[in-house]
């Protein structure tokens, strides 16, 4: 079993910034690589970015690239997501995944999943 916790999320206005935190525990000797995914009211929770635990490969989603950056510290078995120049759009619940098999951009790809953590944009 994986426990994942997400944190910081919050209320930000458009063109601000925000760090999403992913407190990782339990069977943590799996490397498993780790995603974020969001999910706006009335739509289908989607892929925002990945990163693998060894190596450090990222994967972004086109509609994030260049504005949110995914890190890890492997030590703090923690992972990150620093999100900036934030829009409306992005408002979703975020939440943090750890990877089984598959590709990284797909949600059926990830076994255990956090509670989530609300990010609001204002415009």
């Known amino acids: 079993q994986v426990q994942l916790v997400e944190s910081g999320g919050g209320l930000v206005q458009a063109g601000g910034s925000l760090r999403l935190s992913c407190a990782r525990s339990?069977?943590?000797?799996?490397?498993?690589?780790m995603g974020w995914f969001r999910q706006a009211p009335g739509k289908e929770r989607e892929f925002v970015a990945a990163?693998?635990?060894?190596?450090?490969?990222?994967y972004y989603a086109d509609s994030v690239k260049g504005r949110f950056t995914i890190s890890r510290d492997n030590a703090k078995n923690t992972v990150y997501l620093q999100m900036i120049s934030l829009t409306p759009e992005d408002t979703a619940v975020y939440y943090c995944?750890?990877?089984?098999?598959?590709?990284?951009?797909?949600?059926?790809?990830?076994?255990?999943w956090g509670q989530g953590t609300q990010v609001t944009v204002s415009s």
């Open positions: 995944a750890s990877r089984g098999s598959g590709s990284y951009n797909l949600r059926t790809s990830y076994n255990y």
């Open positions: 339990g069977r943590t000797f799996t490397n498993s690589a």
């Open positions: 990163i693998s635990w060894v190596g450090g490969t990222t």
